[in-house]
């Protein structure tokens, strides 16, 4: 089988840019931007990621966290200082600020750290309320500074290959999708599973249609913790006339990372759980609708081909190169905000 070449120069653009915040050669100009260097806020169950991935890109220099101890361990470990919050956004040596803490906490760190002329990456989703999340991006355009939301599964470069292909037409018009994203655990008292899962498939689908959606509908079931919904689906319809869902559960018997796109001239699947060639492939079953009822001919799939970037590692790069250069990320608030629009609406 033949794969598909999404590898090709620009099909991975924002991931074969350097990044200007970190990589500098003795020989290279001197008027190249200056290191960026970030404060990370919040070093729990994920922000540790965000603490090891900022260290080894050279970028970081604070970490802050409630529990002293925990901040005190990290910025050991790697090679920062931990401080309290607001010596964070007042240090003149840190340029940005990583959000990791809970999202009902996103807005109020965000503004305090545009305020002090912070660039500022939240992790998702961007805020509890689209009012929240409109005063974040308001208070990123007011100071100047970039505004990035940790819509992960954009910077995954099977997803990459996958966005880039149906752009440009390899699908033809899509018809639906569904993405699904269940496994047995991890359980939270501070979220259900929509706000906790669902804002990644959101994101992609989003993107993938390439409009935000006339409709939206949403329901889920608590059946672990009184009031925290445990599963939980949404369903959305397309002006153009497509159709998808997402399908979120924490009580699930497996682990399911997928995404399935169904268009005119073909059909997708990113799996990610799968492993290889298996995790992007391209199907080109053919359906003869000449007369009476309609005959499917299946088709071998086809991989797809994608690079081999570690997803969180690129979008900390990302980060870095866009506060370098003060551009728009590909997650920026405006993006980050139709997808809290269409979450908002499946919880109502």
Sequence with gaps: MSAVDLCRPGALRFFQRPCKGIRRDADESENLPMPINVAVVGCGHWGK???????????????????????????????????????????????????????????????????????VFAEKPIAMTMAEGEAMRDAAAKAGKVLMV??????????????????????GRLRYAYS?????????????????FAPHDVSMLLALFGEAPSSVSGSGGAFVSDGIEDEYRVDLQFPSGGRAHVFSSWLHPFKEHR???????????????????????LYRHLIE??????????????????????????????????????????????????VLDVLIQAGN
């Design 49 to 119: 990621n965000h603490v090891r991935n900022f260290a080894e890109l050279g970028a970081l220099k604070a970490v802050v966290d409630p529990d002293a101890k925990l901040a005190a361990s990290m910025a050991e470990q790697f090679g920062a200082t931990a401080m309290p919050f607001e010596d964070a956004i007042t240090d003149t040596a840190v340029d940005a600020v990583v959000i990791a803490a809970p999202a009902e906490l996103h807005a109020r760190l965000a503004l305090q750290a545009f305020a002090a002329g912070k660039h």
């Design 150 to 171: 940790g819509h992960l599964l954009q910077y995954h470069p099977a997803f990459v290959a996958l966005r880039n292909f149906v752009r440009e037409g390899g699908l």
């Design 180 to 196: 699904h994203r269940c496994s047995l655990g991890k359980f939270r008292l501070e979220e259900n599973v929509l706000w906790s």
């Design 259 to 281: 995404l399935v796109i169904v268009g005119e001239t073909g059909m997708a699947v990113f799996e990610d759980s799968a492993g290889g060639p298996e995790k992007l492939r």
């Design 289 to 338: 609708t000449g007369g009476g009822a309609p005959v499917p001919t299946k088709a071998d799939w086809e991989p797809i081909a994608y690079g081999d970037e570690e997803p969180l590692r690129s979008q900390c790069e990302h980060f870095l190169d866009a506060c370098a250069g003060n551009h728009s990320p590909l997650t920026d608030g405006a993006e980050a905000l139709r």
